[in-house]
């Protein structure tokens, strides 16, 4: 009866659980390759489809809308009925909304396409995380395989571009999206059979708060489009402002229902946790840095210096290597530190790298690759041990709204980083900054666009960092402490 107690339950290797692996990182790969594949063909489906150039916003916009919105609800749901039903659910959406694309002749039907496909993400991607971190009971081995799986979809975001191009010069469009049928089918398959069904103990039977998710979809909904909107239209158009005064009177109605009901949606004590709040903080100074950076250095190398599409994209090559590389080194380096000290000496290294863009970046191309690989090594490893703290800190019933909670914190502060970055450069440039061969005033304007947008991010950062801090302060102590207590007999 004591072994029994003793033995982890779950996989003791990788290799034990690959079944289960494949599965998961044909989900997340699913996610990194849906936007990025297709926007490479933008222009086709423009021409062909006869779209405006509103709705081929919306044939990228609208995943990425819905998919932010509705996460939280399905990862609510996936904990009260079963995250493996709940995936296995949206991947079969998701192999039928692509087969559907073979039929799409309007761009509204696209979007509608899109909108099916944000819906299955919701419903899959935070499972992935969630069943991940539930297949092992060993936190190196969670490292490991999150950071497997995180690997795997960095790899096809990194060639998706290439691969959507050779394949639209031999292919139709529609080619793109339906190669999801067949990971959708990898997927379902390896899901079926490499993950058990969930355990009753692990979930919950509280009902749904339908109040609860539809006041938090309409925030998170809201909070993701004011931010497009503030680049489109500008700061001094009045669409972002009333947009971003909906998405708060959301929110305070979303928080209220949240303290008040008797079977909320999110139980808002739980974001109160050293480890969860810490966790999202970190997790939100990545995706601020990511989105602001990434924004600033696009413009920067095409439109103030010069540069042709090709040349920018190898210039941004070497965050997309450090990004891909840096896997192998993730569990190393969490062992050698702790995972709270990795998570926060990760999460300083994306505030460094915005912080060297900010002072140095108008000074030469060096100091931009600088501040590209340490916002990327930060963020590749804040990526996943940020995550597996938020789970960590959580009851086994609520894993699922975890990953979701992380995953949303992402999103908006990456919209949040845009908006930033957009507003100053409208409030500061003038003229249109799309325009070839800038004013001597106009360059003045956009070097002091970036370095106040670039010194705002990294204050904002900075700020969620040192917050993520100190919430995991106490946490911090305990593994010096516990690494003290294992490593000096080995000495001795």
């Known amino acids: 009866m004591s072994s029994e107690l003793i033995t982890p339950r779950g996989p003791r290797s ?39 150039t509103v709705a081929l916003q919306w044939v990228t916009g609208a995943y990425a809308v819905v998919f932010g919105g509705l996460m939280l609800a399905f990862g609510a749901i996936a904990d009260r009925f079963g995250r493996r039903r709940v995936m296995l659910i949206g991947l079969v959406l998701l192999g039928l909304a692509s087969l559907a694309t073979a039929f799409v002749t309007t761009a509204e039907q696209l979007i509608a396409v899109r909108v099916a496909m944000g819906v299955a993400a919701a419903m899959t991607t935070p499972g992935s995380m969630a069943l991940a971190f539930r297949l092992f009971d ?34 139709p469009w529609q080619v793109l999206l339906l190669v999801n049928v067949p990971i959708a089918a990898l997927a379902i398959a390896c899901v079926r059979f490499g993950i058990g069904v969930d355990d009753p103990a692990e979930l919950h039977r509280d009902p749904v708060d339908i109040a609860g998710a539809l006041l938090g979809t309409v925030t998170i909904v809201l909070a993701l489009v004011a931010p497009t909107l503030f680049v489109n239209e500008g700061a001094g158009s009045w669409i972002p402002w009333a947009v971003t005064a909906a998405a708060i009177l959301a929110a305070v109605g979303f928080v209220l229902r949240e303290r008040t009901a008797r079977f909320p949606l999110l139980d808002l004590r739980l974001l109160a946790r050293p480890l969860v709040s810490s966790g999202l903080a970190f997790k939100a100074a990545a995706g601020l840095a990511t989105a602001g950076l990434g924004y600033l250095v696009t413009l920067q190398l095409q439109l103030d210096w010069g540069w042709p599409p090709a040349l920018a994209a190898i210039g941004m090559l070497p965050q997309v290597i450090v990004l891909v590389a840096a896997g192998p080194f993730i569990n190393p380096f969490v062992q050698r530190v702790g995972l709270s000290r990795a998570a926060w000496l990760s999460a300083a290294a994306v505030v460094a790298g915005l912080a060297v863009y900010a002072v140095l970046g108008r000074y030469g191309y060096g100091w931009v690759a600088l501040a590209l690989v340490l916002v990327a090594a930060g963020m590749r490893v804040v990526g996943v041990v940020a995550g597996i703290n938020v789970l960590s800190g959580l009851p086994k019933n609520r894993t699922t709204i975890g990953a979701a909670l992380v995953d949303t914190a992402t999103e908006l502060a990456s919209g949040v980083g845009l ?8 409030a500061l440039f003038t003229g249109s900054i799309a325009t070839a061969n800038w004013s001597a005033q106009q360059t003045a304007e956009f070097q002091q666009a970036t370095t106040i947008a670039g010194l705002a991010l990294t204050v904002v950062a900075a700020a969620l960092v040192g917050w993520g801090i100190v919430r995991t302060r106490g946490a911090a102590k305990a593994e010096d402490v516990a690494a003290v207590e294992v490593t000096v007999p080995e000495e001795v």
Request: without cysteine.
């Open 14 to 52: 990788l290799r034990q659980a690959w079944v289960a692996l494949a599965g998961l990182s044909a989900v997340f790969l699913f996610e990194m390759l849906d936007n990025s594949i297709l926007n490479v063909a933008l222009p086709t489906i423009g021409r062909e489809l006869h779209a405006t």
């Open 138 to 171: 060993e936190e190196s081995l969670r490292v490991r395989a999150l950071t497997l799986i995180t690997t795997v979809g960095l790899v096809g975001l990194a060639i998706a571009p290439t691969v959507g191009g050779l394949v639209l010069a031999v292919a």
């Open 419 to 426: 908006a930033v970055t957009g507003t100053i450069l409208a």
